[in-house]
Structure formats: structure tokens, C-alpha cells
């Protein structure tokens, strides 16, 4: 078998393991009238890998505000709402250690409607957050 790197179902399975060591699955809290956001994200002290996630999926690659003055300077990939959807989607069947979260982040309900996102989608989006909180806690 000859490995070909660009093909796009080697991109995936490269960025799949990439998310599953270094990326995050969760829901941004928010408040009306959007409620609770997918995310997806990556951070790095290397921009070169961020990049080619933004290449592959969008999203922006910007400084990691949170980076401690004594450690080297760290990017942030991030991805929300209906863009994390579709990559969670497309990387999901190569997903090992956050197969659940990625299993969760899928049922997160997309709106397209007008302004005001309907009560039912936002208890849903709800649901959706408070599943990832679970599955993304540290510790035994």
C-alpha cells in the first residue's frame, strides 16, 4: 500500500488524531437570542498544523490570549456552530479518544431560521452542553 498524504481521507484521519489530542469538542455558553454554541478548537504552540486545519475545514487561527508569560507564545484554531458541525461530521468516523464527545456534538441542533431561535432548540442545545461538560471533565 503507498501512502498519499493528500488525499482527503488522509487529511481527515491526520486531523482527527490532532483533534483527539489536542483539540476540544464543547459548547460555548451563551445567552439569548443564540443560546449555547458548538465549538470546536485546537490549540498549539506550532501555527503550521492550525493552519492546515483552517485550510481544511475554515475557521480562524489567532494568539491564544490565555498563553503564560514564561511559556512560548500559543495559537488558537477554532471552528463554531454549524462550520464545527460539519467538520465533527467529517471527521468523525476516524475520531479514537473523543468519539463520545464528537457522538454528542453531531445531535446539536443547527438553526437557520430568522433571529429568534425557537425555545425547543435552545433546551436542546441545552442538553447537547451539558452531555460535553460531562464527557470533558479531567480526572477519574
Known amino acids: 500500500m503507498i501512502f498519499t498524504p493528500d488525499t482527503i481521507e488522509n487529511k481527515l484521519i491526520w486531523a482527527a488524531g490532532y ?11 451563551g445567552s439569548l437570542p443564540h443560546g449555547d454554541m458548538l465549538m470546536l478548537s485546537v490549540s498549539s504552540t506550532k501555527q503550521v498544523g492550525l493552519e492546515m486545519l483552517a485550510k481544511l475545514f475554515g475557521g480562524n487561527v489567532r494568539p491564544d490570549p490565555k498563553t503564560n508569560p514564561r511559556c512560548a507564545p ?10 464545527a458541525h ?29 433571529i429568534k431561535t425557537p425555545l425547543l432548540v435552545h433546551i436542546l442545545r441545552e442538553e447537547v452542553s451539558k452531555s460535553l461538560r460531562i464527557l470533558n471533565r479531567r480526572g477519574p
Not at 483533534?19 to 455558553?29: A, L, N, V
Not at 500559543?74 to 462550520?83: E, H, I, N, T, V
Open 19 to 29: 483533534i483527539d489530542g489536542d483539540g476540544s469538542i464543547f459548547c460555548r455558553t
Open 74 to 83: 500559543a495559537f488558537r484554531w477554532s471552528l463554531s456552530g454549524k462550520r
Open 86 to 114: 460539519a467538520a465533527i461530521k467529517r471527521l468523525y468516523p476516524f475520531l479514537i479518544l473523543r468519539k463520545k464527545q464528537g457522538a454528542v456534538a453531531l445531535n446539536y441542533p443547527l438553526w437557520r431560521g430568522g
